[in-house]
């Protein structure tokens, strides 16, 4: 084991201790492996106090010059997932991207000089964050949204399952991590409240439901229980839980039947926009997506195309409400 590879096994048990997340996690991961191979091989570097700002500056340029899925932490691995044969392949890495390794490898030498005391220098004192990409998040119209509930086949169980769970996430922001979670025990019909026990930062919250919702939820834990002796409000056939990829491709196909592309995070996308554009308050908003701050969640739904905002603007014309 390197010097290398030995603090950043040292590191992700430190981030393991701290309790993030899986997905955190990974990413961290990934990112410190694929900028260790590019130290070795281009520097022949493999102990973190020789790392220097210079050498970060020359992963971003390198990052920026190579394309996507060209380079593997480990080889073999392509011939399991066969990068060459994805659609994006060799394709410009995203600012986003880019912005998070950065992030990623900066989180890891703040560590190693601050907490573990590891490294005289810092290397990325002077290295500053990328802006990352905005990119416009796409409204769905009323008409989209009909179209690719129509596309499920609601006589079967894992059809009506399906357009349950697009419609629950559509109406209240959740997560479709969360959303899969979920046991029927976790909804309060009185309150017209649910409770997320498995967010992303750790801190359970409520979101809410419609009175349109509630039958139709009602309906479907009658149907569950006719179907199946699972304790998941949304499982597979088998009784197990449903998996995130599995929705992700019912739900893109049903869109790609009738040309809408969508995706579920999309539906929370459309969630928090109907939701402002309805006159809904950035303060409660907040709360039910489950943000750190108002300032998170307006910087994540503040690109209004200007449609949106004509619409918007023509509800709240001051003329508009004023005799004169």
């Known amino acids: 084991m390197t010097n290398m590879e030995f603090h950043i096994d040292n590191f992700m048990l430190y981030c393991s201790s701290k309790n993030l997340s899986r997905k955190t996690l990974a990413s961290y991961e990934q990112t410190l492996k694929l900028f260790t191979l590019f130290l070795k091989q281009s520097f022949d570097i493999e102990d973190v106090k020789k790392v220097q700002s210079g050498h970060i500056r020359q992963y971003i340029k390198y990052l920026r010059e190579r394309g996507k899925y060209t380079v593997v932490n480990k080889e073999e691995s392509k011939n399991i997932n066969h990068p060459d044969n994805r659609s994006d392949y060799k394709k410009d890495i995203s600012t986003t991207t880019i912005a ?32 990352p990409e905005r990119k416009m998040k796409k409204i769905l119209t009323p008409d989209e949204i009909k179209r690719v509930l129509k596309q499920f086949d609601s006589s079967t169980f894992h059809g009506y399952r399906n357009y349950i769970i697009t419609k629950l996430l559509l109406d209240t922001g959740m997560r479709i991590g969360e959303c899969l979670s979920l046991f029927p025990e976790h909804f309060d019909f009185a309150h017209k409240s649910i409770l997320i026990t498995n967010p992303k930062n750790k801190q359970e919250r409520y979101v809410y439901f419609s009175f349109k919702l509630a039958n139709d939820m009602k309906q479907w834990m009658k149907y569950k229980d006719r179907y199946s002796e699972s304790p998941f409000l ?32 999309q ?29 998170v969640t307006q910087k994540a739904y503040l690109d209004f195309t200007d449609e949106e905002i004509g619409r918007k603007y023509q509800k709240h014309s001051p003329l508009a409400f004023l005799e004169v």
Do not use: M
């Open 267 to 295: 539906l929370r996308n459309n969630f928090a926009k109907y939701y402002i554009l309805n006159n809904g308050d950035w303060f409660s908003l907040c709360r039910i997506l489950g943000h750190s701050s108002v300032e």
């Open 234 to 265: 949304f499982p597979t056939t088998r009784g197990t839980q449903l998996e995130v990829r599995n929705y992700e491709r019912a739900l893109r196909q049903a869109g790609e039947q009738v040309g809408v592309s969508i995706h579920p995070h």
């Open 100 to 131: 998070n390794y950065v992030r990623n490898i900066k989180v890891f030498f703040n560590y190693l000089y601050h907490a573990e005391r590891e490294i005289p220098k810092n290397p990325v004192d002077s290295i500053k964050n990328l802006k």
